[in-house]
């Protein structure tokens, strides 16, 4: 399972502690989702997403989700691979 | 009179000081209220190696069961003390569900470590038992005391093997919480 806790935790200016209180968890466990150690309950998942006011996918994928570097060549080339020259 | 009672307890106070008692009970207080969850690997491993050869003590010749006799409850409380710093310690706040998960999985190896050890043992007592009317001399427990021993231990193999367990489940330190 990956995750994008952390990119959404740093972009909120949270702290993990902060999170973890939010959440009413360790701060050490918020350390253990941010590396793909611990795969949280479906409650927790949720309410990590509410926190964050985004969807559950968008926080969590089965497969590995896209660098910001490889997104924006990706956006760079267009929907039909590469046009520009 | 007030003021030889104020005397006195400030003479208890000094006295208490220099024992280092308090920063002692401090420092325990700390380490019980701690956030961070430490793995106890070695300890615990150490422990549990010392009570079984405590336990072959017992077996032993009169001298070797002394050193037995005093091996077992020892390692009965070292074991107790580790477990109140391991990741199998209680939480003075409600314990989070990693948490839970961690402890769950430790008591389960723990619980049935002694359960498996329990059925075995009572096959080897029926078996030394049997084998004891025929001549052959297999130990088992004989008196109150050995029996006693045998509890402290299995006590001891539960705590010691759910430390274990939960410290090789925790995943590598994220011990930086900002």
């Keep these: 399972m990956y995750n994008r806790i952390m990119l959404f935790r740093v972009e909120a200016g949270l702290s993990r502690k902060?999170?973890?209180?939010?959440?009413?968890?360790?701060?050490?466990?918020?350390g253990y989702l941010e590396r793909g150690d611990y795969t949280p309950s479906l409650e927790l998942g949720m309410k990590l997403a509410s926190t964050f006011r985004v969807r559950v996918e968008t926080l969590f994928s089965l497969d590995p989700f896209p660098s910001v570097a490889?997104?924006?060549?990706?956006?760079?080339?267009?929907?039909?691979g590469k046009q520009r020259t | 009179?007030?003021?030889?009672?104020?005397?006195?307890?400030?003479?208890?106070?000094?006295?208490?000081?220099?024992?280092?008692?308090?920063?002692?009970?401090?420092?325990?207080?700390?380490?019980?209220?701690?956030?961070v969850i430490r793995p106890f690997r070695i300890a615990s491993a150490v422990l549990l190696v010392a009570v079984l050869c405590g336990l072959v003590l017992v077996t032993g010749g009169p001298w070797m069961?002394?050193?037995?006799?005093?091996?077992?409850?020892?390692?009965?409380?070292?074991?107790?003390?580790?477990?109140?710093?391991?990741?199998?310690?209680s939480f003075a706040r409600p314990r989070d569900e990693f948490e839970k998960g961690l402890q769950t999985l430790g008591r389960v190896w723990g619980f049935g470590t002694v359960a498996v050890l329990s059925v075995g043992g009572c096959f080897w007592f029926g078996v030394a038992t049997s084998l004891?009317?025929?001549?052959?001399?297999?130990?088992?427990?004989?008196?109150?005391?050995?029996?006693?021993?045998?509890?402290?231990?299995?006590?001891?193999?539960?705590?010691?093997?759910?430390?274990?367990?939960?410290?090789?489940a925790l995943p590598k330190s994220a011990a930086e919480t900002d």
């Design chain 2, 1 to 35: 009179m007030a003021n030889n009672a104020h005397r006195i307890l400030e003479g208890l106070d000094s006295l208490a000081k220099m024992t280092g008692v308090p920063d002692l009970d401090r420092r325990m207080t700390q380490a019980l209220e701690a956030e």
């Design chain 1, 70 to 80: 490889g997104a924006l060549e990706q956006e760079r080339e267009g929907p039909h």
């Design chain 1, 18 to 30: 902060q999170l973890a209180e939010m959440l009413g968890v360790n701060a050490q466990t918020i």
């Design chain 2, 65 to 89: 069961k002394g050193f037995g006799f005093f091996l077992v409850p020892a390692c009965y409380v070292a074991s107790g003390i580790i477990r109140m710093f391991s990741p199998m310690r």
């Design chain 2, 132 to 168: 004891a009317e025929e001549g052959f001399n297999l130990w088992m427990p004989r008196d109150a005391l050995e029996w006693f021993l045998m509890g402290l231990t299995l006590v001891a193999i539960e705590m010691n093997v759910s430390i274990l367990a939960a410290s090789w």
